[in-house]
């Protein structure tokens, strides 16, 4: 009887609920199965973390002289800018690719950043 009102409860609510809502914690619950941590419980304190999510949006934004790529990363908890100095462009790095990132993570402009991530592109589901 539980396995069955599980069932219909999960069914009811992928029907009910937003897809975004839904998207954002299959995003997490897959960056958590494959080992990374997740952005949402990261204080960006320079810790060294390594995580698994969507890109967002991908940039180039000059700062002075020196271009950098900046591209946002979401794990379904929250967001994660990756940045590499002095790079215009990064073949695999677009938006709505899948990867998976590690550095220290700092604060920038209340932004968690990780600058010049070593990072893994991940096959499409």
Do not use: H
Request: proline share 4%; aromatic share 6%; hydrophobic share 35%.
């Amino acid at each position: 009887m539980g396995k069955s009102s599980g069932f219909v409860s999960r069914m009811v609510r992928k029907f009910t609920s937003d897809m975004s809502d839904l998207d954002a914690e299959d995003l997490s619950a897959e960056a958590v199965r494959s080992g990374c941590d997740r952005a949402g419980d990261c204080t960006g304190s320079g810790e060294a973390i390594t995580v698994k999510g969507r890109l967002r949006s991908v940039e180039i934004c000059p700062r002075d002289s020196v271009a950098t790529l900046e591209a946002e990363l979401f794990d379904g908890t929250d967001g994660v800018t990756l940045v590499w100095m002095g790079r215009r462009r990064i073949p695999g790095i677009e938006p709505g690719r899948t990867l998976r990132a590690s550095g220290r993570v700092a604060v920038r402009d209340g932004r968690k950043v990780i600058y010049n991530p070593y990072y893994e592109l991940q096959r499409a589901p």
